[in-house]
């Protein structure tokens, strides 16, 4: 066989493999003019802008560009044919149909020839998806501010009449009280009073502060913070005779928010009474543990519990109610996790229908 037979054999057989391949692509491939007109493309082309090759090459590429994208495309093309390779360029076309399609282009240009040689890739999901999130990021922007707002109004607004009833604790002439369990009662209520106008100006503080990227963390005593809690939970916590056990041997001190913290604490425990079983006294233990030197924070109850099953991720939803409780508000469990997640901690159930439930606190290392 002559040698030269064989070198255009070869030839054929490369020209028909790179053929077989432009034809089967999933991709969008297509040379285009200096002109402004394709001057070949695959099957891929028409199939996606439901064009007939011959109404593809009969008219301009930008009558197929959405209107909103045909400066910016003119622009692109203008600097392809100044030699300037073009990458990952964004932009969409308008269908036979009148749908809208996302593509990515990445075009070489042969400046010689004046031919453009282009691939493209349908990305109209990938653009729904970027759509709808960056929509939903907004709402949840929107619906954050308004917390923001309403957070700092009501904070704002508590801290007059709790001042005024401060100022008549101070009026009061305890000395002419006798009964001890009402002097009790009465040191019970100006402690819980304290206790709410800090907290109320500690959240007046804070969202006082502009464009706060942060959250102020500090070493935290838990002891401290759970015994500032319990003090202005005193009255609840003696009419529902619980009783709390507590053990902070394993670690002590936590590097945390101390707003969050006593959050917590005050959400958690209140739960554990509010969802104690009928006629029982409320049983919580609040320990504090290390698993794969992880620090952790439990509480645990012996209360009402979840049926998991059932409420599934559903537990720390804004606004979810698992229990007919007239005081159940369905933001508890919410703002913990929030509390717990926003400092880069995770927050785990343990709970069984009727056997009560226990919320493990996993700080990260670096705390």
Known sequence: ????????????????????????????????????????INPAVSKTLGYTNEELFSRPIDSFVHAEDRALTSQKRENIKKDNPLLHFE??????????????????????????????????????????????????????????????TTSHNLRLPVS??????????????????????????????????DTLNDYV????????????????????????ILQSLGSLIQGAKAKIAIDFSVFETINFNKAYLESIFLNLITNSIKYTKPDTAPVITIYTRERDNIKQLVLSDKGLGFDMDAVKDKIFGFNQKFHNHSDSKGIGLYLVYNHVTSLGGKIAIESRLNEGATFIISFPKSF
């Open 91 to 152: 932009n969409r076309y308008i269908t036979k149909d009148g749908e809208i399609v996302w593509l990515s282009w990445t075009s070489m240009p042969i400046k010689e020839e004046g031919l453009v040689f282009a691939i493209a890739k349908v990305i109209t999901h990938k653009k729904k998806l970027e759509e709808d999130r960056n929509s939903l990021l907004n709402n949840l922007t929107s619906i954050n501010n308004e917390l923001k707002q309403l957070t700092y």
């Open 164 to 197: 005024n009833l401060l100022s008549i604790f101070n009026f009061l002439d305890i000395s002419k009280i006798q009964d001890k369990e009402t002097l009790e009662f009465f040191e019970m209520l100006k402690i819980s009073a304290e206790s709410l106008k």
């Open 1 to 40: 066989m002559d040698v030269t037979d064989t070198t255009n054999n070869n030839i054929k057989e490369d020209i028909f493999n790179l053929e077989h391949f432009f034809n089967l692509s999933p991709d969008l491939l297509c040379i285009a003019g200096f002109d402004g007109y394709f001057k070949k």
């Open 205 to 228: 503080d804070t969202l006082s502060q502009k464009n706060i990227l942060e959250v102020h963390t500090e070493e935290l005593n838990l002891s401290e913070c759970l015994n500032t």
